[in-house]
C-alpha cells in the first residue's frame, strides 16, 4: 500500500514535468541502450569468431601413443602401440566434456587413376566421425558409414587437392582408384579446407576406413612411413592368389610361441596410431583432458606413478588466443557500460539536484503537512529509481531494436543475452538509487520554514 | 479546557556569533474552539511564534502544551506527525501543488500517516471536504485553472483532511482582493461556529482580526495584550509571565 503510493506520487511528480524527466532519463536510456546492443552484437560476435576458430581445430585433442624404450633409447611418440579402437569407443562413451572422436591409421604411398598417380601427404583411415571432429563438409558424394568400418569396404573419401591431381576435371565419385594395388571405390570428394596454420595443404588427403587401411594396405603402424618404397610392387612379386599384397595376411598377429609363454595378457588384436577427439567446446578441454587421462590410464591399467603411455595434444596457442580474444571483448563492453552508466546516473543527479531546489517549497509545505524527513527522502530516491528503472526499460528496448537492426541491415551475428538484460535492470536501479541518494538526502534535510519561506 | 497553553517560551536565532532574541517569554493560552487573532508588526515575532504554535520549530526555552501534552521537546519525526494529525496550516500564498488536481491536493496529506485508509476512503474524505468549503464542481481543476479564493478554499479543505484540533493561517488573505477575502474569512468563522474547530488567525491586518473574538498583540518579541481567554485587556491572573509590557500596550 505505502509502497504502491509512493510510486504513484512519484509518477505523478515526474508527470508533473514530463519534458524534463524524458531528458533526465536519456543518459540512462542511451547508456543501457548501449550496454544492450553491444552486449548482444558482441556476443553474436564472439559467438561467430569462436565458431571460425573452432572450425580451425582448436577444440581438437590428438591422442598419441606413447614412448617404446629400450635400453634407455627412447623412440618418440608415437612408437609405441598402445592405442586401440576400443580405447577411442570409450572416451566417446564416457568422457562428457567429448563430443565426438575418431581413431586415425596412417599411411604415406602412392596412389594411382589411370594414367595419374600421386603421393597425398595425408592418408588416414578413420571412422565416419572424422568429419565432425574436423569440422568439415562432403562436398560431394557422401561420407563412408560405420558398416565400411566393420567390414573393412574399400571405399575412400578424396580431398580437393588429390582429385586435381589425379581425376583432371573428371567427376571422382563412383571411380576405383588403386592405392598400393588395392583397389578403393571413390564415394565422396571432401569441400575445400585450404592450408592449417602451419601451411600445410589440408586437402592432399585421402580418407577411408580405418580397418581398411589397417588390414588391406598398411598392415603395420609408424614403424614404416613410406610403403609405396619399402615393400609392395618393388620387393615381391605381385601375383593373383595374394588379395591383398603389402597387407597382414589375417587379424590376428603373428606370435611366435615365446612370444605367447611371455605374454599371458590377451593379445591386443589391432592399434591405432592416434585419436582425435573433439571437445564440447574450447573451454572445456582442460576438462577432456583430465577426464581422458583417467580413462585411459585406468583402461592401460597404469598404477599410481607410473608414467602415461600416450600423450595429449592440443592447441595452446589457438585456445590462447581465442580465450584472450573473448577476455578482451568483455571486458571492454564492460568498460564502455560503466562509462555509459556514470554519465546516465551523473545526468539523473544533476536534474534531481535542479528538481529539488526547484520544489524546495513543496517540500516545505509536505513537511509542514506531516511528512517526516525520511518520507521525503523515499519519495525523491523512488522518484530517481523511477526515472532509472523507466530508462533502462526503454535502454533494453533500444538496445534490442538497435541490434536487430544491426542483424536486419549488416547482417551480423546477433546473439540475445537475458544475462546483460538481467544486469541492465539491476545496474540501473543501482544507479538510481547511487545517484538519487544525494539529492533526495539533501532534500530531506531542508528546514520546513526556511523551504516554505523560500522564493 | 485550554487546548494551548505557552508557558514562558524564548526563542533565540544564531546568527554567526550573535544572538538574536526573537520571543522573549511569551506566555499565552488559547481555549478549545476559540478563534483567535495574532496580531504585531513585521518584525515583532508573530511569525516565529506561528512556527512555534505549528509544531515546525522548538523554542529555545519554556513550555508548549497542546491538548495537555508537552511538545517542547519532540523529535523532528514525532512534530511531524503531529503536525499531520493534530494541526492544520492555510498560507498566504496558498502553496498548492502545480499540476496537481484539487482533489490529489486535498488528500496529499492522508498519504503520510493514514496507511489504514483505503484508496477510495481517501478519496471520498477528500472530496467531503471540498463539498465543505464549497468547491464540488472543483474537484478536479488544478491550481492554474482556480481563482485566488477558490485556491484558498482548497488550502483549507487541504488543512482539515485529518481532521485537526487547531487551523492555523498565516496571513490567509495577504494575497486576495477584499471581497475573497471577505469569503474566506467568513469561511473561517463558519468552520470555528458549526464545527468548533479552533482557529489562530496571524495577520496584521485590522481587517482581518476584527472576525476573531480575541486579539492577541504581539510586539518586540513579548505579547502586549490579549494573552488569555477572557481577558480582552491587560494579562490578569497571569500578568506576570504576560511580562510588564502588557500593562503597557493597553486595548486596541
Known amino acids: ?455 | 479546557m485550554e487546548l494551548i497553553k505557552l508557558h514562558n517560551i524564548y526563542k533565540t536565532y544564531h546568527m554567526g556569533t550573535i544572538d538574536v532574541p526573537v520571543l522573549k517569554g511569551v506566555s499565552m493560552a488559547v481555549a478549545r474552539g476559540e478563534l483567535v487573532a495574532l496580531m504585531g508588526a513585521s518584525g515583532s515575532g508573530k511569525s516565529t511564534l506561528m512556527n512555534l504554535l505549528g509544531c515546525l520549530d522548538r523554542p529555545t526555552s519554556g513550555e508548549y502544551w497542546l491538548d495537555g501534552r508537552n511538545l517542547s521537546r519532540l523529535s523532528a519525526d514525532e512534530r511531524a506527525v503531529l503536525r499531520n494529525r493534530h494541526l492544520g496550516f492555510v498560507f498566504q500564498n496558498f502553496n498548492l501543488l502545480p499540476r496537481t488536481t484539487a482533489l490529489e491536493n486535498v488528500a496529499m496529506p492522508l498519504s503520510y500517516t493514514a496507511d489504514h485508509l483505503s484508496e477510495r476512503d481517501a478519496r471520498r474524505r477528500a472530496e467531503e471536504m471540498l463539498r465543505r468549503v464549497g468547491l464540488e464542481d472543483r474537484m478536479d481543476h488544478e491550481p492554474s485553472q482556480l481563482s485566488g479564493g477558490e485556491q484558498q478554499r482548497v488550502a483549507i479543505a487541504r488543512a482539515l483532511i485529518n481532521r485537526p484540533s487547531v487551523l492555523l493561517a498565516d496571513e490567509p488573505t495577504g494575497n486576495l482582493d477584499s471581497h475573497t477575502s471577505e469569503d474566506v474569512l467568513k469561511m473561517f468563522v463558519q468552520l470555528n461556529e458549526q464545527d468548533g474547530i479552533t482557529v489562530i488567525l496571524v495577520t496584521h491586518d485590522p481587517n482581518v482580526a476584527k472576525h476573531a473574538r480575541r486579539r492577541i498583540h504581539i510586539h518586540d518579541g513579548l505579547i502586549v495584550n490579549g494573552a488569555l481567554a477572557g481577558a480582552a485587556g491587560a494579562g490578569g491572573a497571569e500578568a506576570a509571565s504576560g511580562g510588564p509590557a502588557a500593562l503597557e500596550g493597553g486595548a486596541p
Request: charge should be neutral; aromatic fraction near 6%; charged fraction near 15%.
Open chain 1, 1 to 455: 500500500m505505502k509502497a504502491y503510493r509512493t510510486v504513484r506520487t512519484a509518477l505523478k511528480a515526474l508527470g508533473r514535468n514530463p519534458m524534463r524527466a524524458m531528458l533526465t532519463t536519456l543518459g540512462i536510456v542511451i547508456g543501457v541502450g548501449a550496454v544492450i546492443a553491444m552486449m548482444e552484437i558482441g556476443a553474436g560476435s564472439s559467438a561467430a569468431v569462436q565458431q571460425t576458430i573452432s572450425g580451425m581445430g582448436a577444440n581438437v585433442l590428438l591422442v598419441m601413443p606413447g614412448t617404446a624404450a629400450s635400453g634407455g633409447v627412447m623412440f618418440g611418440a608415437g612408437s609405441s602401440t598402445t592405442l586401440t579402437p576400443e580405447d577411442c569407443d570409450a572416451i566417446v562413451r564416457e568422457c562428457p566434456a567429448v563430443r565426438t572422436d575418431a581413431p586415425s591409421v596412417r599411411a604415406r604411398t602412392q596412389v594411382v587413376y589411370g594414367s595419374r598417380n600421386w603421393v597425398p601427404s595425408r592418408i588416414s583411415g578413420t571412422s565416419p566421425s572424422y568429419l565432425e571432429v574436423q569440422n568439415w563438409k562432403i562436398g560431394e558424394g557422401e561420407n563412408f558409414t560405420e558398416r565400411d568400418v566393420l567390414n573393412g569396404n574399400k571405399v575412400c573419401l578424396l580431398g580437393q587437392t588429390l582429385v586435381r591431381e589425379l581425376f583432371d576435371g573428371q567427376d571422382p565419385v563412383g571411380k576405383e582408384i588403386r592405392v598400393k594395388n588395392v583397389s578403393f571405390r571413390v564415394v565422396g570428394v571432401l569441400a575445400r579446407k585450404g592450408a592449417n596454420m602451419v601451411g600445410m595443404d589440408q586437402d592432399d588427403i585421402l580418407l577411408a576406413p580405418w580397418t581398411a587401411i589397417k588390414y588391406r594396405v598398411t598392415g603395420s603402424t609408424l614403424a614404416s612411413t613410406n610403403q609405396s618404397t619399402s615393400s609392395g610392387a618393388a620387393g615381391s612379386v605381385n601375383t593373383l592368389s595374394n588379395l591383398y599384397p603389402g597387407g597382414q595376411p589375417g587379424l590376428y598377429p603373428e606370435q611366435s610361441d615365446v612370444q605367447a609363454a611371455d605374454n599371458p595378457m590377451p593379445v591386443r588384436f589391432a592399434n591405432i596410431d592416434e585419436i582425435m577427439v573433439s571437445a564440447q567446446s574450447p573451454q572445456e578441454i582442460p576438462d577432456a583432458v583430465a577426464q581422458m587421462t583417467s580413462l585411459l590410464r585406468e583402461r592401460h591399467h597404469l598404477r599410481p606413478g607410473e608414467p602415461d603411455d600416450f600423450s595429449i595434444r592440443n592447441m595452446t596457442e589457438m585456445i590462447n588466443t581465442l580465450s584472450s580474444t573473448t577476455t578482451l571483448m568483455t571486458n571492454l563492453l564492460l568498460c564502455v557500460a560503466m562509462i555509459s552508466l556514470v554519465v546516465g546516473g551523473v545526468g539523473i543527479m544533476n536534474i534531481m539536484l535542479v528538481s529539488v531546489t526547484e520544489r524546495t517549497r513543496e517540500i516545505g509545505l509536505r513537511m509542514a503537512v506531516g511528512a517526516r524527513s525520511r518520507d521525503i527522502l523515499r519519495q525523491f530516491l523512488v522518484e530517481a529509481v523511477v526515472l532509472c528503472l523507466v530508462g533502462g526499460a526503454l535502454g533494453i528496448l533500444l538496445g534490442h531494436g538497435g541490434s536487430y537492426l544491426v542483424r536486419l541491415l549488416l547482417h551480423w551475428p546477433v546473439e540475445t543475452s537475458p544475462a546483460a538484460i538481467a544486469a541492465a535492470v539491476v545496474v540501473s536501479g543501482t544507479v538510481g538509487i547511487l545517484f538519487g541518494f544525494y539529492p533526495a538526502w539533501k532534500a530531506s534535510r531542508l528546514d520546513p520554514i526556511e523551504a516554505l519561506r523560500y522564493e
